[in-house]
């Protein structure tokens, strides 16, 4: 099992530490560290008495306004950057198209690009190759499971 967001990191990767911010109805993320999807849930994380979800989703950009909602977007970008010392930002989902301009470092995802990511986990599981973004999914999926036991 894999989600929308960590299927659009997984195509969009190209090396490193990549962070991908699905930006719609609420907030999708997931990173990929060194070919290894990590899903996240960034957007519930807490900020006042508000999530990241309720800034960056379609609720944060409904109140605060196009123009406030890319300010937040830039910012919290640029916490995200800092807090995981990443090496890569993709910004896709629906709102994504919404932004007239990128946060400095990030770069413009498209939905396809979760195509791509089910053709690597295919590729990639198919090859056995023990290194590959696939073994590291089903170790993450075996460690999952283990901890839910």
């Known amino acids: 099992m894999i989600n929308d967001a960590a299927m659009q990191a997984l195509g969009s990767y190209r090396g490193g530490t990549m962070l991908f911010l699905g930006l719609g109805t ?12 990590v899903p996240l849930e960034l957007g519930h994380l807490s900020i006042a008495k508000k999530t990241f979800e309720d800034d960056l989703g379609v609720r944060g950009l409904e109140r605060l306004g196009r123009k406030k909602w890319q300010k ?74 283990q901890e839910a036991n």
């Open 26 to 37: 609420g907030l999708g993320a997931a990173m990929v560290v060194d070919g290894t999807v």
């Open 72 to 145: 937040r977007v830039a910012a919290i970008t640029e916490r995200f950057v800092s807090a995981l010392l990443l090496d890569d930002v993709v910004l896709g989902g629906g709102n994504a198209k919404k932004l007239r301009k990128l946060p400095q470092g990030a770069r413009m995802g498209d939905n396809a690009n979760a195509f791509l990511g089910g053709f690597r986990l295919w590729e990639d599981a198919k090859s056995g190759d023990s290194t590959s973004v696939a073994a590291g999914i089903d170790r993450l999926g075996a460690s999952m499971q």
